[in-house]
Structures are given as structure tokens and as C-alpha cells.
């Protein structure tokens, strides 16, 4: 019997390349969804060693049948609803059977409910032949096709007799063996039901469904006749439903955790009941010590993958998911290391042998010796890790990333006086995508060159919150040989839908999956962001966005245009780079208009060049005072003349009568540097000059 392996395994540690906060990722996941070999997934992810990934040993590994298209029926044959699928799904969990467009190269979700994303019987064997799926399924719409699923019906390959039984008292004269090889599964005409029926009889997990579902389709017959009108099956759709409205709630499940777990995701999944069972899977998972941000991104997922209508109660049961983690942590969280475990004495002990651990302890000198920051760009962006560049709307943010990574790909020797070096740039265009296209014609317009094939542009959406768009994201960028470069994604806030920025653990679940896409791709991952209501805050959301990027570049507005460095590990922030929004002429509309767009143009200032990049002394000294001073006011935005001049003349290394003649001038330079702007009353602090 041939099988496809499934999305669970994971054959060793070495082999994990990340953790993705919404889901684990490794190379099981990758073979089940179809890779012809192991390799494939090795080529596609890299490698590497675990990016600091617990992997779990021993995990069940899942099989799925392949299809035998021969025996599909034909009544299923000529239908134009057909897609692919794929078993996705987080280590130690059963796969979820996710269906996907056939008709595409590229990876798009399927919904039964959306006839574009369907495709030909013809489509659908294709895009399997191809490679990359588990298999095919049809999906329902109201025809008069229906189908019966029992679930863990088959014994030793063989189907239970109360299953076969209740498929014969049905008439069902077409039945196959489910994918997973334990259930069984089948179609015949039959009145449509209101909505799908899933519950147990007699002892046995029966599902009926007539529309808006998709139906996984193996081929591998233990009945192969023609569709038949089935008897009963209205009525059996309201035994099933009188059997479940009989119990209470539903969702207090009963046997091992195992079964538990399942019991509920089950529920979830069937649509059939949300709250109480994603409480009872929260509690669960934070008890075994699983993240919040984890647990939040998984039950996510899991009710994005819900068979249930996505109405509004659905939403309003998406929406509590943090609520529920939030009371769960509370309740459940585990607090307390066992010290008592870490310290007990090894085997080893008696014979003073130092016991094995994956943490090496550096000298100062060996530190020392340590490879210093490889930069992209020379002072601004390093060769690996994670930055932002965010400013006001309307400010030309977008157009500067343009110009930034058009540099960047082609390899040009400097960008605003600094050094630059090569390597590919995959930018993610998420806003304003109708307007790119006019951007580039701009850009190459103005400069009079083409632009390099190493930028390559993705316009379609995705959830950087959603495990398997990131994986499917980071395969596709080095499929397309953007492996060790830079990302941009603009912008953060239309690449995480839905999410609460100002939520620690929306923001946490964002992060990790950013280091995430870095860690499966290499390089750099540039977030293009807003500024909040207040711009002088710097970038909306919450703080530990700022805090885990390598680099933030800030777009200041107000006397011109220009950005600043607002943050830099292992060099200098607050120097100032003015730039203005070159209009360009693209075409004409079909009244003759001028059809126009912008390109960033450098105004070189001479506090931006090569030479003279970096604040002076004095004006490094006037800087860090100014930011005490608006530090300690409770707005932090305003400060006095007076109080400016004495402190940072206090400061200065300058003789005593020149000191606050000198002060002044150097106040003065900052403002000009679009650090501080200097009103009729006050100082006023702006984003450029930083924290």
C-alpha cells in the first residue's frame, strides 16, 4: 500500500530550522505536504542547525493513502469543483487536510464556499502530479452529491460491520477507504441538508454532508458502483442531531488527555461548539507549559480552519481567543523551575567530568576574537537580523524603501554616503500594490537604468501570523534565490490582519514569527510601519516591536523631508538625511492626462556626506542633555530655553565664558539637523533626536 508520510515526524533535532510561534515547522511537515524526497525539504529550508528549537522526540508520525485516480467515479470526474490538499499541522497534533487552488503555481488556499479557487478533475490530478500535495478533494455545492464519512471504522484494513452496515442501509453503492486508511467514506444523491451533521451513532463518528464542504477522494474502492438515491438520509442527519442536543454542553470530554485534545479540536473544527472548548484547549496548553503567544497564534489557526460558517458568532469566539489565554495563564501557568532537578548530581560527579551541555562559557579574549557586524549597508543595516523603517503617512516612506532596496539589489557603492553591499532584495508589496507598478517605471524613468532581476516583488497577501503563510513566504523567496538577503515587507501593519498591535502577545506572536521568516531565509527582514497618533512616540504599537529590532530608521516631516537612524546596535543614531519626492511623468490616462508618481532623491545636505556623517562632539553632548532634560518632564516633549542652555553648557568641555555662547550655537545646529524645533516659547522634541 503506498502512503504519503505525514506532517508530524521529526527525525532529529538537527533537522528543525524553526519554531514558529503559531505552529512548529520541520522537514515531516514538508514530506507530508507532498516532496518527493527528503532532500527537497533540505534544499528549500537550508542546512542549518536548529535555531534554538525544541524538538520533540519520538512524535507520532501520520500516513495518508495516495490517490488511485483510475477508480474515482465519474460522477465525481466531470464536476468543475475539484482541489489539492495538503496535511498541515503542528508536531505531536493530528494534521488539518488544508485545500489549495489547483489552478496556480503558486500556493493559494481553496475555499468551498469560492468557485474561483476550484478547478477541473483535469487541474487538480496536474497540480498533484506535480508534486507539493497530499491530495485531491471535491467540494460540494447543493447539486444533489452528498457524502457520508464514518471515521475510525477500519480494523486491521478491514471496514467495522455496524460501518458497512449503515452504509447498506443508506443504499451508498460507491464507498472508499478514507485517506488516513481508517474510516471510511461515501457519495450518492440525496435531498440537501440546511447545514453539515457530524456526531456519533451507535457508537460510531458519522458525518453527512450536501454543501459548502470539500470531501478528500482517494480511489481506493470497496464498492464501486454508481451514485444511488440514498434512503434516509434527511433522517438520519436529524437522528444525529437529536442524539447531540439530548447531552449537555458537549465539550466536556472524557479518557486520556489524548482524547481529550482531540474531542475538542474536533468540536472546534466541526464549527459544532467554540467557547468552552478553546477555554478547555488554552488551559491545556498552558499548562504544559507552552507559550501564551503560542497558544493564541495556534487556537487561531485552529478556528481559521474551522469547517463552521465564519459568521459572526465565529468572530466574536476569534475575538475572546486572548481573553481566554489571558485566563488561562492565570489559572494554569507553571511558575516555578525545578531547581531541585537542574542541580541533581549526574552520573558522571564522582568522577569530576564535566557534563554535556549545548551552552559554551567564553573568556573575555575569546569574546573579543568574535566576528564583528557584517553590514548591508555600512553603519545602517547589518547582513543579518531584523529592522524597521516607519514614518507618518504621507511622508515617502515607501518611496525610500523603494529607492533603498532598488540600491541594495544593484549594488551601487554608496546610498546617502555609505558603504553598500550586494545581495538579492524579495519585496513584499502589501500597500499601495496598485501603485508600485507606476513607481518602478518612475524610478527607472529618473535614474535612466533598468532595475536589477536580483529585486524580485510579491503582491499577493498573507498573514504573518499564520505559521503556514510564513513557511510557504520563506520557500517561495529562496525558490526564487532570495536566500541570505533582504526582505521587505511594507506594510507590517496589512502583513499581520486582525492582530492588536498595542497587545503584548499579538506583538510577541508578530516578532517571533519575524525572526522566524529571517531564520528560514537568512539576512535581513526590513518592517515598513506607521508612527502613531503621536509622531514624536516614533513607531505605532507596543514597545517590544522597538526593542527587538536590530535597526530602526525614522522618516521625519516637517522643514522638508529626511530620516534619521533612530536606533542602531554597535553604531550611531540621530545623524539626519534630507531627501524630497521627485514627481515623474509614467503615461497618460485615456483622457490624456499625465499619469504621474514619485521617486526619493537625496538632497545632500553636508551633514549627510561621506565624510561628515556623524555628530560632532559638542553636538553628540547637547544631544544626550536635551534627551535628559525632555526625559524628565512628564510630557517629554517641551523644555525652557534657559534650562536647555545652562544644562548643556554645564555640560560642554569649552571655557567657562564661551560656554553658553557655545551652547546655544549647538542647540541651534540640532535644530537645523530636524532634531528639535525651536518655537516662540519652548524647545520641542522631535523623533530624530532619538530616546
Excluded at 489565554?325 to 548530581?345: G, I, Q, W
Excluded at 546610498?415 to 550586494?422: A, P, S
Excluded at 527607472?444 to 505559521?467: C, H, N, S, W
Aim: charged share 20%; hydrophobic share 35%.
Amino acid at each position: 500500500m503506498q502512503v504519503i508520510p505525514g506532517s508530524v515526524h521529526i527525525p532529529n533535532a538537527s533537522q528543525v530550522l524553526a519554531h514558529l510561534t503559531s505552529k512548529q515547522i520541520d522537514l515531516g511537515s514538508i514530506w507530508g505536504q507532498g516532496m518527493s524526497k527528503k532532500s527537497d525539504a533540505s534544499d528549500v529550508l537550508g542546512n542549518s542547525p536548529s535555531h534554538g528549537v525544541i524538538a520533540r522526540e519520538q512524535a507520532p508520525r501520520y500516513q495518508f493513502l495516495a490517490p488511485q485516480f483510475d477508480n474515482l467515479p465519474e460522477e465525481l470526474k466531470k464536476q468543475p469543483r475539484w482541489v489539492v490538499w495538503r496535511a498541515e499541522g503542528g508536531a505531536g497534533l493530528k494534521p488539518t487536510k488544508v485545500p489549495y487552488d489547483p489552478t496556480l503555481s503558486t500556493y493559494r488556499r481553496a475555499s468551498s464556499i469560492d468557485p474561483q479557487t476550484w478547478g477541473t478533475y483535469e487541474q487538480a490530478v496536474a497540480a498533484y502530479m506535480e508534486g507539493g500535495y497530499t491530495g485531491v478533494a471535491i467540494v460540494l455545492d447543493g447539486d444533489g452529491i452528498v457524502g457520508i464519512d464514518i471515521d475510525h471504522c477500519m480494523i486491521d484494513d478491514e471496514p467495522s460491520l455496524p460501518a458497512m452496515s449503515l452504509m447498506h442501509k443508506l443504499g451508498v453503492e460507491y464507498i472508499e477507504v478514507s485517506p488516513s486508511g481508517t474510516g471510511l467514506r461515501g457519495f450518492g444523491y440525496a435531498e440537501q441538508l440546511q447545514k453539515g451533521v457530524s456526531g456519533n451513532l451507535d457508537g460510531l463518528k458519522v458525518e453527512l454532508y450536501s454543501n459548502k464542504r470539500y470531501l478528500t477522494i482517494t480511489g481506493r474502492v470497496l464498492k464501486s458502483g454508481p451514485f444511488a438515491r440514498l434512503n434516509g438520509f434527511t433522517d438520519l442527519a436529524n437522528t444525529i442531531n437529536a442524539n447531540k442536543v439530548s447531552k449537555p454542553a458537549g465539550v466536556t470530554a472524557t479518557g486520556t488527555q489524548e482524547e481529550r485534545l482531540a474531542d475538542w479540536m474536533g468540536q472546534v473544527f466541526s464549527g459544532d461548539f467554540y467557547h468552552d472548548s478553546l477555554r478547555n484547549l488554552a488551559g491545556s496548553f498552558i499548562a504544559s507549559g507552552m507559550q501564551p503567544g503560542a497558544v493564541v497564534s495556534s487556537l487561531r489557526g485552529l478556528m481559521h480552519s474551522s469547517r463552521g460558517r465564519h459568521d459572526d458568532r465565529w468572530k466574536a469566539r476569534m475575538s475572546e481567543i486572548p481573553k481566554l489565554v489571558d485566563s488561562a495563564v492565570k489559572k494554569f501557568s507553571p511558575e516555578v523551575v525545578d531547581h531541585s532537578r537542574l542541580l541533581r548530581p549526574t552520573a558522571n560527579a564522582a568522577n569530576d567530568s564535566e557534563p554535556t551541555t549545548r551552552f559554551k562559557v567564553l573568556t573575555a579574549e575569546q569574546m573579543a576574537q568574535a566576528e564583528f557586524i557584517k553590514w548591508t549597508i555600512r553603519g545602517l543595516l547589518p547582513q543579518i537580523g531584523l529592522a524597521a523603517l516607519f514614518g507618518p503617512s504621507g511622508s515617502g516612506k515607501s518611496f525610500l524603501t523603494l529607492d533603498l532596496s532598488v540600491s541594495i539589489a544593484s549594488g551601487v557603492p554608496e546610498w546617502y554616503g555609505m558603504r553598500v553591499t550586494q545581495c538579492p532584495v524579495t519585496y513584499c508589496v502589501l500597500e499601495g500594490e496598485g501603485g508600485m507598478g507606476k513607481r518602478v517605471v518612475a524610478w527607472e524613468k529618473y535614474r535612466g537604468q533598468k532595475m536589477p532581476d536580483t529585486l524580485r516583488f510579491i503582491a499577493q497577501q498573507f498573514d504573518l501570523t499564520v505559521a503556514t503563510d510564513v513557511e510557504e513566504l520563506a520557500i517561495a523567496i529562496r525558490s526564487a534565490g532570495g536566500a541570505n538577503g533582504l526582505i521587505v515587507l511594507d506594510t507590517l501593519n496589512r502583513a499581520t490582519p486582525g492582530s492588536d498591535e498595542n497587545s503584548s502577545k499579538d506583538m510577541g506572536v508578530i516578532i517571533a514569527n519575524t525572526k522566524a521568516l529571517q531564520q528560514l531565509t537568512g539576512g535581513m527582514v526590513l518592517l515598513v510601519h506607521h508612527t502613531g497618533k503621536d509622531e514624536s512616540k516614533g513607531m505605532r504599537g507596543h514597545s517590544s516591536l522597538f526593542a527587538a529590532m536590530d535597526c530602526v530608521i525614522g522618516v521625519v516631516t516637517g522643514k522638508g523631508l529626511s530620516w534619521t537612524v533612530a536606533k542602531s546596535k554597535d553604531d550611531v543614531t540621530g545623524t539626519l538625511h534630507g531627501f524630497r519626492l521627485e514627481q515623474v511623468v509614467v503615461g497618460e490616462d485615456e483622457d490624456g492626462s499625465d499619469i504621474t508618481s514619485c521617486v526619493a532623491v537625496s538632497t545632500a545636505p553636508a551633514f549627510a556626506q561621506c565624510g561628515s556623517k556623524k555628530l560632532g562632539q559638542n553636538q553628540q553632548i547637547a544631544r544626550d542633555v536635551l534627551c535628559d532634560l525632555f526625559n524628565c518632564n512628564p510630557d517629554g516633549l517641551l523644555i525652557t530655553y534657559g534650562a536647555a542652555y545652562d544644562a548643556v553648557a554645564d555640560a560642554m568641555d569649552v571655557e567657562p565664558k564661551r560656554k553658553r555662547e557655545r551652547a546655544k550655537k549647538t542647540i541651534a545646529t540640532l535644530a537645523r539637523y530636524g532634531m528639535i524645533e525651536m518655537t516662540d516659547t519652548h524647545i520641542k522634541r522631535l523623533p530624530a533626536l532619538g530616546d
